[in-house]
């Protein structure tokens, strides 16, 4: 099944175009015209999706369940054809984009289980007690409830499960709120066809098409158009952290503030423990490789920082990672954007003073190649920038003079979306200290493993302090990110016959 996309906006139930366009700019294959949104576009999206607040949130569990799954056979219908547009654009392999659809699409199917369970309505009911003393107490039952539209902002590196479709698509819809989703422009025909699918559902399902929009391209006055509608109510967000940063000002910034759910990435940090890197250190040497330069390294869970102790098996431990990535030949990175920052990212911790460069391979282009440091824990501590993410497969070997140091330097990181304890059984005393520093830091901790890979399921937390993200009590990955879009409201002495169906 080949897909040619016609470059429109889906606004509403239409499909239309403004006077202006942009031409995408695919790793390899056809490019094609696309119409550049306008805040015109996106005031006539968001009031579609006001009007539809208030069918949508009405709706029963069980139709908003079968929503969300039509929602993924429709994207499986199309399956070969999602995966020719998206490995076009973004260069990514098609073994990634059929594994990244299973897991879009599967995320959909377990929010709809997840929903018609109904326990994340978080339901509570104090009963009266008229006959209490000194004063009776009032009937008081309490429920989530949708919060209204939320826009969505599509990632650059997960053009299926973080963009049109994604997590913050799927929670929204879950929750009961309609969706206005701002494509990224690096892979506008893959939002295209995906818009097409939720768009077939809304139809299949009999809803309000002002349920699902999506505005393509656009400059930043469409993104500050979106987060500063008055009718948004809640903005979903995976990108950079200066693109990230002014979305949130904006959002505090408006007459009436909203929830800015921005995943803005990590560098990741793994300490290995000294017992587990004597037993093991070139093992997690090489797989440290393998994480690292995943997908090029576009993941926000790539573990770009190795802490572990100084000495001769640290040696061994940085002979064993720089074999591992020697061989490794250039990778297509998603935009030329991304692989300009990656180098500049590169260049900058080659010029950090203490860093010794390890592993350094021109690239150009949209291309790029692993690069690998070392420096010592006194360096790191005495240089902030250095827990600086850079974005693609660059890692740095932090090498620390003793557990204090290692300490020090757990104490010394921004918030992260996960950390990682290499360890045997005879690290468990000094594990256990770092552990309590590495839950202040970090939404998700690992043990003896790589934190790419993001499993979606009812206990994974992807999100952190700041800067990884910019809500720590949130998740963008699992069923508890359904609960972002929600909000409490008590209900006292209603009679039944007038309080929400799933109340009673």
Known sequence: MTFTPHGKHLVAGNWCGSDQSFTSEPAHGEAFEFSIGTPALVDEAVRAAEDAFWSY???????????????????????????????????????????????????????????????????????????RAPLPRPDLRMMQRPIGPVAVFGASNFPLAFSTAGGDTASALAAGCPVVVKGHSAHPGTGEIIAEAIHAAIQKCGLHPGVFSLIQGGKRDVGQALVQHPLIKAVGFTGSLGGGRALFDLCAARPEPIPFFGELGSVNPMFILPAALHARGAEIAAGWAGSLTMGAGQFCTNPGISVLMDGPEADAFVAAATAALEPMGAQTMLTDGIAQAYRAGRDRIAATQGAQSLLSASCEGREATPNLFAITGKAWLANEELGEEVFGPLGLIVRVADLDEMMAVARSLQGQLTCTLHLDDSDSAPARDLLRVLERKAGRILANGFPTGVEVCEAMVHGGPYPASTNFGATSVGTLAIRRFLRPVSYQNLPEGILPNDLI
Do not use: M, N
């Not at 076009?88 to 289980?113: D, H, I, K, Y």
């Open 57 to 131: 949130s009405d709706t029963s569990r069980e139709e908003r369940a079968v929503f969300l799954e039509t929602i993924a056979q429709e994207i499986d219908a199309r399956g070969d054809a999602v995966t020719e547009i998206g490995t076009s654009e973004t260069g990514l392999p098609e073994a990634r984009l059929v594994g990244e659809r299973g897991r879009t699409t599967g995320q959909l199917r377990l929010f709809a289980s997840h929903i018609r369970d109904g326990a994340y309505l978080d339901r509570r009911h104090d009963a009266a007690l008229p006959d």
